[in-house]
């Protein structure tokens, strides 16, 4: 990585140059670090009426196919077939075990090998080569996260904890109907970007501004990602908080934590809308949505109520500037010390080495 690109000090700094968002080899090497990361799996919700969850999106983000089983406990397994590299799953389903659907093979849901037809004259078999590989699984509150190879998923759990610990996330809904997702002609990063600034909102988002205090209107770092707090103009919705919560006495509409590199938790007094950035190449991404319910009577209302409308002004923005990231007249810019402090530290962790 090119490690001092982007200076400590926001009021020097110069953004990331252009070529992050038009270069092909750049676009694989940052997207190369996404195996060393946590991403959101699912909430435990998703896996109570189904116990097997394929996520077909790990297929794109990590290069691997994976499923959610749940028996004695929940596990994150390959979802490729030991014997010929089928896809075991494709669509959340009950059952108890995996069986894939090309010639048999079966695995117990702790993706142990179980049988295989016409195999009893195969010398060495089965080894533990022919079980499923697992894959690290943790939990904050009811929200999955796996990894590859990652570590320290307890710092990341430990920030949302210090601001969130009094919500009961845990008990949370899944509400298949706000699942919805989108494909953009723009690089992740300035999906990313965009995301981590308030800064646009009342220039982009004319209903959101009427929501939110823009005066008020916080970004926090920490080590692994974002905090973004949104406070609510008199008389909007927001949150009760208890006198445990950090932000006990503000009239606290939003919580946008974004976790490095591609995980989006928008906590909101209905619940939760999580946004899942899957790049797709150097200049198209996918953007997934899952929803999760806490109090129904709040849908609709305040900060979370027109996400659809909120996502459209969003992606219209970064398709132009990612048409502006192949003009010729622009190299790079500056920050915003007050507004985008978020994007700074986003690129930073994008630049330094060994991260």
């Not at 950035?277 to 949505?289: E, K, M």
């Amino acid at each position: 990585m090119h490690e001092g690109l982007v200076d400590a000090d926001i009021t020097r700094a110069y953004a990331l140059p252009s070529e992050y968002y038009t270069d092909a080899a750049l676009f694989s090497q940052l997207y190369s670090r996404f195996e060393g990361c946590w991403h959101f799996a699912a909430h435990a919700d998703e896996l109570e009426e189904n116990n097997i969850l394929p996520l077909t999106r790990m297929e794109q983000l990590l290069g691997q196919s994976m499923l959610l089983s749940r028996s004695e406990k929940l596990m994150c397994l390959s979802n490729v077939c030991t014997h010929r590299g089928m896809l075991i799953a494709e669509e959340a389903t009950s059952a108890s075990q995996l069986q894939c659907p090309y010639h048999g093979r079966t695995f117990g849901l702790d993706g142990s090998f179980r049988s295989m037809p016409e195999f009893d004259a195969v010398k060495d078999f089965p080894s533990v080569a022919d079980d499923l590989r697992n894959f690290s699984l943790e939990s904050w509150k009811g929200l999955l996260f796996t990894s590859l190879e990652a570590g320290g998923f307890s710092e990341l759990a430990d920030e949302l904890e210090a601001r969130l610990h009094w919500m009961p996330v845990e008990s949370f809904r899944h509400d298949p109907s706000r699942s919805r997702e989108y494909d953009i002609n723009a690089n992740w990063a300035l999906y990313v970007e965009n995301y981590l600034e308030g800064f646009h909102i009342p220039y982009v988002h004319a209903d959101l501004h009427r929501t939110l205090d823009h005066d008020g209107y916080d970004t926090e770092v920490f080590g692994g990602g974002v905090l973004q707090i949104g406070v609510a103009r008199e008389g909007e919705p927001c949150f009760i908080l208890p006198e445990s919560s950090p932000d006990h006495g503000r009239r606290i509409a939003a919580y946008y934590c974004w976790l490095f590199p591609s995980t989006m938790l928008n906590f909101y007094p209905w619940g939760l809308s999580v946004n899942i950035v899957v790049p797709l190449d150097v200049s198209r991404t996918r953007i997934i949505y899952r929803g999760y319910v806490w109090d129904e009577s709040k849908l609709g209302k305040g900060a979370g109520a027109h996400l659809d409308k909120v996502e459209a002004e969003d992606q219209a923005i970064v398709e132009a500037v990612q048409r502006g990231m192949r003009s010729r007249c622009y190299e790079r810019g500056r920050y915003s010390p007050t507004q985008e402090r978020g994007v700074h530290h986003f690129h930073r962790m994008l630049t330094e080495a060994g991260r």
